[in-house]
C-alpha cells in the first residue's frame, strides 16, 4: 500500500433480509412454543414504569386500578418476561453492531437539521408510538406479527395500518432525516 493513501474499506454487510424473516419466524414459533404467547414490546415499558411508581409512591400504585395490576401480577413488575425480551433485543443489537463494526455514537441526520432537533422528534415519535401501541393493546410484534401467525384478521387490520400510517406520516415528516 502506498504511503499517505488511505483506502475505504468494503462497510460491514447486513445479513439477508429473506434469511432474517425466516428466522424472525422461528423466533415467533419459539416464542409460542416457550411462553404460550407471541413476542411483543410495548408492555415491558408499562411494567418498567409501574415498578418505578411502586418504589417511589408504593400507596399510589397499589390503589391504582392501572397500576396495581403489573404490581401484583404473579412475576410483579420487575420479573416480566417481556422486560428480559427486551433487554436482550438491546444487548443482542449491541453485540451485533460491535462484531460488524457498526457500533458508533453518533446521530444520523439530514444535514438540514440538527441533532438535537432529530433525537427530539425521535423522542416524540417513540413515546406515540408507546401510546398508541397500548391504545391497541398491542405493538407491532405483539399485534401484528403474533396476531398474523394465528391467522387473527386483528392482526393482518394491524399490519395494514401500521403501514399505511407510516406511508401517511412519512410523507409529512421525511425533512426530518432526509
Known amino acids: 500500500m502506498e504511503q499517505g493513501v ?11 433480509p429473506y434469511l432474517m424473516g425466516v428466522l424472525l419466524g422461528f423466533v415467533l414459533i419459539a416464542a409460542f412454543y416457550f411462553s404460550g404467547r407471541g413476542p411483543g414490546a410495548s ?3 408499562k411494567r418498567v414504569t409501574a415498578g418505578v411508581v411502586a418504589v417511589v409512591a408504593p400507596q399510589h400504585a397499589d ?13 410483579g413488575p420487575w420479573k416480566s418476561w417481556l422486560n428480559f425480551e427486551v433487554l436482550g433485543v438491546i444487548i443482542g443489537g449491541f453485540i451485533s453492531g460491535a462484531l460488524a463494526g457498526r457500533l458508533k455514537i453518533k446521530v444520523e441526520h439530514s444535514p438540514k437539521i440538527t441533532s438535537r432537533k432529530r433525537l427530539f422528534w425521535a423522542l416524540i415519535g417513540g413515546i406515540l408510538f408507546e401510546y398508541g401501541a397500548s391504545m391497541a393493546r398491542g405493538c407491532t410484534s405483539g399485534a401484528a406479527l403474533s396476531g398474523i401467525a394465528v391467522w387473527a384478521t386483528g ?15 412519512a410523507y409529512f415528516f421525511r425533512k426530518l432525516w432526509i
Open 155 to 169: 392482526g393482518y387490520v394491524t399490519m395494514l395500518a401500521i403501514f399505511g400510517g407510516a406511508y401517511l406520516f
Open 6 to 16: 488511505i483506502r475505504k474499506t468494503d462497510p460491514k454487510k447486513y445479513l439477508n
Open 43 to 45: 408492555g415491558a415499558p
Open 63 to 75: 390503589h391504582s386500578a392501572y397500576f396495581s395490576k403489573y404490581v401484583h401480577s404473579e412475576n
